[in-house]
C-alpha cells in the first residue's frame, strides 16, 4: 500500500460520508486502474476517527480485492478469509475495535448492505455490490459512524464503500490477471466521456475463477456495474446498477477440544487435520471408501469428519436513483431510492449418517410409532441404540438401508437453506449552510420482505452430475422435504438532525441525534417435524417493535495551528434485534414460543456509548520529508449483550449439520478500552514507511447463567477459573473472543522510477477461542509482496499499461485464520491460513 505525499492526516471532506447529501465523488483520474496519487487519509474536519483508503491503494494489495479485505491494514480493523481477494463469505470474519461484523454498519455509496451475517437476510456484501476495480475509496469509522449512516447494526461503527463516477473523456480500461491453482480474473470497463450537458457513464464487467488450494473446488462468477451521472445547475441526477452471480465452494472448519483442567479426551476429539478438503468429484471413492454402506462416516474422525462439498450459491440484483437538488445556493436536497433483490442457496452435501437425526422424522414411515430410544442417533444410522427394546439389530439395519434408498441409494443427502430477500427503500437529506453553521436534517425508511427456506435432497447413485458445487439443487430436483420455512416482513426508520457549527476559527462543534425503529414480523409457514430439530415442537412466530427515539452525538475538532488538531467525539448506538429465520442469533429461532414471548416482552437491544479523543498532525520537513500521524483513544460501554445459548445444539461445523435451536438472553455488558496510533513517513517520491499499531482490551463484565429460561442471564457475580459451576459461566473479567488485543500493520513502498516494490506484514496478536478464555490461538505475522513495473507514458498508444506481480502469505506461514467461536469452554472451529499464492495482472487504460 503506497502511501503517498498527503498521507494520513490529509483531510476527508464531509461531503465524502455516506448518508451526507450525495456519494463520494472520485476526481477523473480516480477511475484509472493505477495512480500513484491515492493514499490513506483520515478526516481531518471530522471530530471522529475515520479512515480513507483511496482506488489505487485498494487495487495494490491484490487487483480485485474486496472492499472489506481492502480495509485489514487500517489501524484497529481485524478482517480475515480463507481465499486471498477476501471475497468468500462463509469463513470470512470482521473485529473492529472488539465488535464483531454484523455488529457494523455497511454502505455502498449510501445504500445500506446490511449486517453481513453469512446468512443474511437484508443485504449483501460490498464485493457483490460493485466490482472491486470500480471502487473509488472505503471509509471506515472505527469508533462510531454518522449520524445519518443507514444502519441498524452499527454499534461499533461503518465500512463505507463508493463507486466511482464515469471518466469525463472517453477510455477503455482493461485488466487480465492469472496465478496460483488456476486464477483467472478479467476486468473491463468503457467510459463515455461527456455526453452532453453534464452527462457521462460507464459500463463494465468482470469474469473470475480461482481454485480452492486443498480440494477440487472452483470459485466462480459475474459481475457487471453500469453508472450514469448527469450533473447541471439545478443538481445531480446519478443512476446505478450492479448484477452478481457467484459460487463458492467452502472451506470447512477444523473442530477443536481442550478438555478441561485434569480432564481427557477420546481419540476421536484429538482428531485436528490442518485442513478437511471436501471428496468433490471422486463420487465413488466417498461414497464406497469413506462412508459405510449405511452412509456413516468414520468414527475415528468424530466432529472432524469430510463433506463430499458445500458451496454458497448467491445471485443479487442492485440499483439505485439519486437526485442531488441545489435548491439555494447554500442549500442541497438529497433523496435515493433504491432496490435490492437477491436468491440464493447454501447446500452442503455429506453423510447420511450424520444428518439421519432429521430424515428419519421425515422419510421412516414407523418413525411416529418408534420410542424415542429406538430413533437413530447421529453418524449411527442402522445401529440400534443400546437402550432399545423395541426392535432387534437386524430390523435396525434394514431400517437404516430403507433410509438410504429413500435418500437416492449413495449414503449421502444434501442440506440447502435456499433464500429470497427483496428489499426497497428510499434516503433522503436536507444541508443547509446558515452562517456558521451547517444544519443537516434527513430520514431512511426501507421495507424488506425475506423468506428462508431449509430443505433437503436425495443424491442419487445413478446420478452423481445432480450433486455438484455448481448446481442449484431446486433446480434439477424436487426437495425429499422442506422441514421448515421462515418468512419475516422488516421496516426500518431512521431518523436523523445534525448541527456542525464552526464557532471559531479552530473550534469546531458538532452535536446531534437520531431516532432507530424497527416492526419486524416472523412466521413459519411450513413448522419442523417434530423431532427433526433436536426437541422443538415448533418455532416460534410473532411480531417484535423497537424504538430508540434518542440517540445522541456530540464532538469538536480544535485546530491548533493548521498542522495540529485535537478531537473529541461521544456517541450512543443501537444494533436492532436480526429478524433472521433459519437459524442464528435472532429472537425468531428460540426453541419455544414461551421463549420468544418473553424476549419480546422484557428484551432490549444491544447499545453502545462510544468515546473517542485523539491527535493528528500533519508536518513537512525539508528534503521532501514528511510526517503524518494520529493517535486515538476510545472506550465503550456496551449494554445488553445478547448471546444465543443452544438449547438443541447444531450448525455447520462437525455433527451438527441437522441444525438446531437456542434461547436468546441477555448476558450483562462490556468495557472496552484502546489505543490506535498509526504514521506515515516520506522520503520525496522515493520511499514511504507505514505503520499501525492497536491495542483492545474488551472484558465481558458479567457472568451468565447457561440455564437461563427468561430474558436474563447475566449474574453479579466473578467466580473467575474456567469451570461452569452450577451452570454460571464465568466470563466476567475475560477478554471477548475472536479479537486480539494486539495488532501491528507495516507497509513499506519503494518507487524507482518506472519500478515499484511494496511489502505489507501484518502482525495479528493471540485470540481467546471461548468465552471463558480456556482456549486460544497463537499469534501470527503475514507477509506479502507486490513487484509492479509501469511503461512510460507516452511510449505506448495507450494512457497507462502496468505489469504487476502479488504475492502474498510470502513465507508460507501455517496457522489458523478465521475463528469459529459458540462454546464457553473446551471446544472452537477455526479455519486454515491460505499457503503462498502469486498473481500476475497486466492492466491497460487507453
Known amino acids: ?47 471522529r476517527s475515520a479512515t480513507a483508503i483511496q482506488q489505487a491503494e485498494i487495487q495494490k494489495i491484490l487487483p480485485g480485492v474486496s472492499p472489506l479485505k481492502a480495509i485489514q491494514t487500517l489501524p484497529g480493523v481485524l478482517y480475515i478469509t480463507a481465499d486471498p481477494w477476501g471475497n468468500n463469505e462463509q469463513n470470512a470474519q470482521t473485529f473492529v475495535h472488539g465488535f464483531a461484523g454484523n455488529q457494523l454498519g455497511y454502505t455502498m455509496d449510501g445504500i445500506p448492505l446490511g449486517d453481513q451475517s453469512y446468512g443474511n437476510y437484508n443485504g449483501l456484501s460490498p464485493q457483490r455490490a460493485v466490482i472491486s476495480e470500480n471502487v473509488a475509496r472505503v471509509i471506515v469509522a472505527t469508533g462510531a459512524g454518522d449520524l445519518a449512516t443507514p444502519s441498524n447494526s452499527n454499534l461499533g461503527g461503518t465500512v463505507e464503500t463508493f463507486s466511482t463516477d464515469p471518466l469525463a473523456q472517453f477510455g477503455i480500461q482493461a485488466a487480465q490477471t492469472v496465478g496460483s491453482y488456476d ?198 444410522n442402522g445401529t440400534k441404540p443400546a437402550a432399545c427394546t423395541a426392535l432387534t439389530a437386524a430390523q435396525a439395519a434394514a431400517a437404516g438401508a430403507a433410509l438410504v434408498q429413500a435418500t437416492g441409494g449413495s449414503g449421502l443427502i444434501t442440506r440447502t437453506t435456499e433464500y429470497r430477500i427483496d428489499r426497497v427503500g428510499v434516503i433522503s437529506s436536507v444541508s443547509a449552510e446558515l452562517g456558521n453553521h451547517k444544519i443537516e436534517l434527513g430520514g431512511w425508511f426501507e421495507h424488506n420482505s425475506t423468506t428462508q427456506w431449509r430443505r433437503w435432497y436425495a443424491v442419487p447413485v445413478a446420478s452423481p452430475d445432480l450433486s455438484t458445487p455448481y448446481i442449484r439443487p431446486g433446480n434439477v430436483m424436487a426437495p425429499l422435504f422442506t422441514q421448515y420455512q421462515g418468512e419475516a416482513r422488516i421496516k426500518q426508520l431512521q431518523l436523523h438532525i445534525q448541527d456542525t457549527w464552526q464557532a471559531t476559527e479552530r473550534l469546531l462543534l458538532q452535536g446531534g441525534f437520531k431516532t432507530s425503529s424497527q416492526w419486524a414480523s416472523g412466521r413459519f409457514p411450513v413448522q419442523p417435524k417434530v423431532g427433526s430439530l433436536g426437541g422443538t415442537t415448533a418455532l416460534p412466530q410473532g411480531d417484535i417493535d423497537t424504538h430508540n427515539w434518542f440517540l445522541p452525538a456530540f464532538g469538536a475538532t480544535y485546530d491548533f495551528n493548521g498542522r495540529e488538531q485535537f478531537y473529541f467525539n461521544v456517541q450512543k448506538n443501537l444494533r436492532q434485534y436480526q429478524a433472521y429465520l433459519a437459524g442464528g442469533g435472532g429472537p425468531w429461532f428460540t426453541g419455544s414460543q414461551a421463549a420468544f414471548d418473553a424476549f419480546a416482552r422484557e428484551g432490549k ?119 461452569v459451576t452450577g451452570g454460571v459461566v464465568p466470563t466476567c473479567g475475560k477478554q ?42 497463537a499469534s501470527y505475522f503475514l507477509t506479502s509482496l507486490r513487484i509492479a513495473a509501469r511503461v512510460p507514458e507516452g511510449s505506448l498508444p495507450l494512457r497507462k499499461v502496468e505489469l504487476a506481480l502479488n504475492v502474498t502469505n510470502l513465507t508460507d506461514k501455517q496457522g489458523v485464520s478465521t475463528l469459529s467461536i459458540g462454546s464457553a469452554t473446551n471446544s472452537y472451529s477455526a479455519y486454515p491460513i491460505p499457503p503462498r499464492q502469486w498473481f500476475l495482472t497486466l492492466s491497460a487504460a487507453y
Open 1 to 47: 500500500m503506497g502511501i503517498a505525499p498527503q498521507a494520513i492526516a490529509h483531510e476527508v471532506e464531509g461531503d465524502a460520508v455516506a448518508g451526507e447529501g450525495a456519494a463520494a465523488e472520485a476526481p477523473a483520474e480516480a477511475g484509472d486502474l493505477v495512480d500513484t496519487n491515492t493514499i490513506i487519509v483520515t478526516g481531518a474536519k471530522t471530530t
Open 183 to 380: 486464477a483467472s480474473r478479467t476486468y473491463l470497463r468503457i467510459d463515455s466521456g461527456d455526453l452532453g450537458g453534464g452527462s457521462s457513464a460507464y459500463v463494465s464487467g468482470v469474469r473470475q475463477r480461482a481454485r480452492a488450494w486443498d480440494f477440487n473446488g472452483i470459485q466462480k462468477g459475474w459481475q457487471a456495474n453500469a453508472k450514469f451521472v448527469r450533473d447541471g445547475d439545478a443538481g445531480k441526477f446519478t443512476a446505478y446498477f450492479d448484477y452478481n452471480d457467484m459460487v463458492q465452494p467452502n472451506e470447512d472448519a477444523t473442530v477443536f477440544f481442550k478438555p478441561s483442567a485434569g480432564g481427557t479426551a477420546t481419540a476421536a476429539q484429538l482428531y485436528t487435520p490442518y485442513t478437511k478438503p471436501f471428496f468433490y468429484p471422486d463420487f465413488n471413492g466417498y461414497r464406497t471408501g469413506y462412508l459405510n454402506a449405511l452412509g456413516n462416516s468414520p468414527a475415528a474422525e468424530g466432529s472432524n469428519y469430510r463433506n463430499y462439498y458445500s458451496d454458497a450459491q448467491r445471485t443479487d440484483y442492485l440499483g439505485y436513483l439519486r437526485y442531488d437538488a441545489r435548491l439555494a445556493d447554500k442549500v442541497t436536497w438529497s433523496n435515493t431510492a433504491y432496490y435490492h433483490h437477491n436468491d440464493g442457496a447454501g447446500v452442503v452435501a455429506g453423510p447420511l449418517g450424520q444428518s439421519i437425526t432429521t430424515a428419519q422424522a421425515y422419510l421412516d414411515p414407523a418413525y411416529g410409532s418408534l420410542p424415542a430410544n429406538c430413533r437413530f442417533s447421529g453418524n449411527n
Open 605 to 723: 437491544p444491544e447499545t453502545s456509548w462510544t468515546y473517542e479523543v485523539g491527535l493528528r498532525t500533519n508536518r513537512q520537513f525539508g528534503g521532501g520529508v514528511a510526517l503524518q500521524a494520529q493517535m486515538n483513544y476510545y472506550h465503550v460501554d456496551f449494554s445488553n449483550r445478547l448471546l444465543a445459548i443452544p438449547t438443541n445444539p447444531g450448525g455447520i461445523a462437525g455433527s451438527g449439520i441437522t441444525g438446531g435451536t437456542s434461547t436468546l438472553v441477555n448476558v450483562g455488558s462490556v468495557k472496552t478500552d484502546g489505543v490506535d496510533a498509526a504514521l506515515t513517513l516520506r522520503f520525496g517520491n522515493t520511499f514511504s514507511f507505514y505503520n499501525a499499531v492497536s491495542y483492545n482490551l474488551s472484558k465481558y463484565q458479567n457472568d451468565y447463567t447457561s440455564t437461563a429460561l427468561g430474558i436474563g442471564a447475566g449474574v453479579d457475580s466473578c467466580i473467575g477459573g474456567f469451570l
Open 736 to 777: 471477548l473472543p475472536g479479537t486480539p488485543k494486539w495488532m501491528n500493520k507495516t507497509v513499506a513502498t519503494l518507487n524507482l522510477g518506472p519500478i515499484e516494490v511494496q511489502g505489507i506484514g501484518d502482525y495479528v496478536g493471540r485470540r481467546f477461542a471461548t468465552f471463558t478464555n480456556d482456549a486460544s490461538v
